[in-house]
Antibody, heavy 119, light 106 residues
């Protein structure tokens, strides 16, 4: 059974970098034809796609965040990571990691991790 | 970016009611449209993909239709476990975008 688990600090100071890791079990992040990515949800608000990495290493980012975001993969640990620079209170959200088969919708989600940006 | 507009943003319904939620894309997305259900404190759950294909394990009271720019999600007979927020999402092109959500309340 595929499982995704987010980890990282729950509190980040303004202007610093938010770093999260998603550990995947039950599947390989190197598997063909899958995207691995991040989606966030501010408290009480809707869902926002942050970005994805294809199994080839190609990355796709939301233009609204593109200048501040990067997604990388560590195949040796079967993990992928999110870095979001220069955070502000507007980046406070539950962050979900997710898998999406090519040409399909997200089929597996992590449980989500709340990250609060505050001094 | 493709904008996804859901309506209504919230609705009140009773157990047994038939409920319809609509989602409109700002440009054509063929059938690359998914519907998700989200309950408080939980990750979204996929209900429908390809606009009308039921995800494995999802009860047949859920159905989706549409193509191009206009889509609907129908719940044929609302049950207590169906009270949740529903989101549409297009995966035709980047950036992937979600509708604003429809909260279904008792």
């Amino acid at each position: 059974q595929l499982q995704l688990q987010e980890s990282g600090p729950g509190l980040v100071k303004p202007s610093e970098t938010l770093s999260l890791t998603c550990t995947v079990s039950g599947a390989s992040v190197s598997a063909s034809l899958f995207f691995w990515g991040w989606i966030r949800q501010p408290p009480g608000k809707g869902l926002e796609w942050i970005g994805s990495m294809y199994y080839t290493g190609d990355t796709y980012y939301n233009p609204s965040l593109k200048s501040r975001v990067s997604i990388s993969v560590d195949t040796s640990k079967n993990q992928f990571s999110l870095r979001l620079n220069s955070v502000s209170a507007a980046d406070t959200a539950v962050y979900y990691c997710a898998r999406r088969p090519a040409g399909r919708e997200v089929d597996y989600w992590g449980q989500g991790i709340l990250v609060t940006v505050s001094s | 970016d493709i904008q996804m507009t859901q309506s209504p943003s919230s609705l009140s319904a009773s157990v047994g009611d038939r409920v319809t939620i609509t989602c409109r894309a700002s440009q054509g997305i063929s059938n690359y449209l998914a519907w998700f259900q989200q309950k408080p404190g939980k990750a979204p759950k996929s209900l429908i993909y390809g606009a009308s294909s039921l995800q494995s394990g999802v009860p047949s009271k859920f159905s989706g239709s549409g193509s191009g720019t206009d889509f609907t999600l129908t719940i044929s007979s609302l049950q207590p476990e169906d009270f949740a927020t529903y989101y549409c999402q297009q995966y035709n092109s980047y950036p992937l975008t979600f509708g604003g959500g429809t909260k279904v309340e008792i």
